[in-house]
Every structure is written in C-alpha cells, then in structure tokens.
C-alpha cells in the first residue's frame, strides 16, 4: 500500500520557520522525483519545490527561490521542505508527491498539511 505522510505545518508569523517532512511508504523511493506542491483555495495548484531521485537536483519556483529548501533521505524514505523567512503568501495546504518507477510511470500524492502564516 502506498502511503506519502506529511507533518510539520502549522501557523508561524512572518519571518517564521517550519520544517515539513514526507515519509513515503510501499514504493521504491530512490525511483521517484519527489516534489512539494501547494494548494490555496480559489488559486488551484502550484509547484514550489521538487529534487531527483538521487537527490543532485533540485528546482524551485521563483517566489520561494533563497527562503525554501528541499531535501531527502533515501535510507529513510523521506522528503523535507525547509521553509525559513515565511511570508503571508506563503500559506497553504503543502502536499508531498512523488513519480516515477522502473518499468512504467507512477504517481502518488500525499494528503496535505496545513500552513498558516499570518500576524
């Protein structure tokens, strides 16, 4: 059973930090591009951060570019997004993804967590 489990949200005022992780679970996690989207209602999806398999690349949208950080683990399937200098546009429902696979192209989301930043 495949299982993506973000934590770390949570409400921080501006200039804040928080750490977000992703534990992937019942796929080969080395295999997979792994990303983090976020979500705010009424404005759909967009990608902030995503890294290779092997962890060597990394991509980042402009807006979060010198603020965010992505990282992995392999050894503990898991994926962080380091989110330092939190700006009010910066809250949404951050989601974990992953895709890729060996022989055919899969692709898994995680369930969300919440991130408020407000005064």
């Known amino acids: 059973q495949v299982q993506l489990v973000e934590s770390g949200g949570g409400s921080v005022q501006p200039g804040g930090s928080l750490r977000l992780s992703c534990v992937a679970s019942g796929f080969a996690f080395s295999e997979y591009a792994m990303s983090w989207y976020r979500h705010v209602p009424g404005e759909g999806r967009e990608l902030v951060a995503s890294?290779?398999?092997?962890?060597?690349?990394?991509n980042y949208r402009d807006s979060v570019k010198g603020r965010f950080i992505i990282s992995r683990v392999n050894v503990n399937n898991t994926v962080y997004l380091q989110m330092d200098n939190l700006k009010l546009e910066d809250t949404a429902v951050y989601l974990c993804?992953?895709?890729?696979?060996?022989?055919?192209?899969?692709?898994?989301w995680g369930q969300g967590t919440q991130v408020t930043v407000s005064t």
């Open positions: 993804h992953a895709i890729g696979g060996r022989w055919s192209v899969s692709e898994y």
């Open positions: 890294i290779s398999g092997s962890g060597d690349t990394t």
